[in-house]
């Protein structure tokens, strides 16, 4: 059995996330169905994290086992020729028969794109988070600099996701404005769910002057989701990268 | 009567261009509509030239004459509120009872965007012409400058495009490369039908290595289509400017 890793490039627009659903159309649910057309096994595609509707992914990260006698090179090809063109698998190869995309994983990184425009974007919808009001990009440098670290992101999770322990280390972002396109990184060794999404809408408060960057500090150590912005726009965020 | 001048951003994936046709959704009857639910009147929207099904646009502009009392400058909220989400009014204002946005027009900017990877791209696809050949950018660059200057551009014309002068003035060019991305810009005081995408098929052959970059002078002269690369990809194409 070869443990066959793949690199999939992903427009979540028309997709409910990564995950397996009933009645709804995944990414993993498409992918697997592409590897049943292709090899003729039903084989469980293990990803390297949930994703939420309408997020997208550059280089999401998956693996499934097979005995296919298709060379792992070539699983790229073969699956991009029956899978729809929303979803691309830009690499593949073998891995190590221990890996596993979400348990062999040391971090992330993340994009967020805020397209900062008077009237919404036709071209960039579906692609940025679109805010419409004048943002301050020097302030959200300056708050964006204060999740470097390894805190308790409790402020910055989800209600309800009952995860144990919310300890995470940040280990860069970065925050740019290139015409009108406002672009937001960020590399850790993992992030809640919603964590980048209420992180983008915290920045976005911060630039609207509603929140002032040094109170970033003070949102994180109260440990409350209610302190922090709203979780920001699906249609913005990207999984970059996925390190191992 | 006052004279509305729009700047218009459309994702033309969905459209068969700009010009309105019988059995055929078009960006001009999209907009037109949206402007009769407005105002109440049918008002005819002119438009600075035709585009092709598939083709974008950053800025657009058209023009129509009404009785409405909507100031004109709040006619971008008005109909961007009653507008599909691929289309959009980034500006309006009265222009002068003169102004026609295609007879007033002094020239036009496009830009070509080539999508250069091995795999067919999710995200950026409708929004670029992917190649996955590698391309050599400096070959294609030594071969964009070869346009500027004014010729009869026969060579880059459809068959059958009827036009009497196919004179036109490049006035200048740039091709750049970020990361996977090739953007090609020209701007001139006007273009013939399908020009900029048979440049930019001449100048993806030129990257191939199957033209060389000192051959355009050449093909130009030759005034033979021919001669000549493909038609490139509708998707890769954005009209960026009009000039008045």
Not at 72 to 90: H, K
Not at 106 to 122: D, F, I, Q, S
């Amino acid at each position: 059995m070869a443990n066959i890793k793949l690199i999939i490039e992903f427009d979540g627009t028309g997709y409910h996330g990564w995950q397996s659903q009933e009645n709804a159309k995944t990414v993993q649910d498409t992918t697997e169905a592409a590897i049943v057309k292709i090899t003729g096994e039903h084989s469980a595609l293990a990803g390297s994290g949930r994703t939420d509707a309408g997020v997208h992914a550059i280089a999401y990260v998956a693996n499934f086992r097979t005995t296919s006698r298709i060379p792992p090179e070539r699983f790229s090809y073969a699956l991009n020729s029956v899978l729809p063109d929303d979803i691309t698998i830009v690499w593949s190869e073998e891995a190590h028969e221990d890996f596993h995309s979400r348990f062999s994983s040391t971090g992330k990184k993340y994009r967020y794109l805020v397209c900062n425009t008077e009237h919404r974007p036709a071209i960039m919808r579906n692609r940025t988070c679109h805010i419409s009001e004048p943002l301050d990009i020097k302030l959200m440098k300056e708050a964006a600099r204060q999740f470097v670290g390894t805190y308790d992101f409790s402020a910055f999770m989800a209600a309800g996701s009952g995860v144990e322990n919310a300890i995470r280390t940040i280990r860069s972002v970065s925050l740019e404005k290139h015409g009108e396109i406002i672009t937001f990184e960020i590399e850790g060794s993992g992030f809640l769910y919603n964590m980048v999404r209420i992180i983008a809408g915290t920045l976005i408060d911060v630039g609207r002057g509603k929140i002032p960057p040094d109170a970033i500090s003070d949102i994180i150590d109260g440990k409350n989701r209610n302190n922090a912005g709203k979780t920001a726009a699906a249609s913005g965020l990207y999984l970059v990268e996925v390190y191992y």
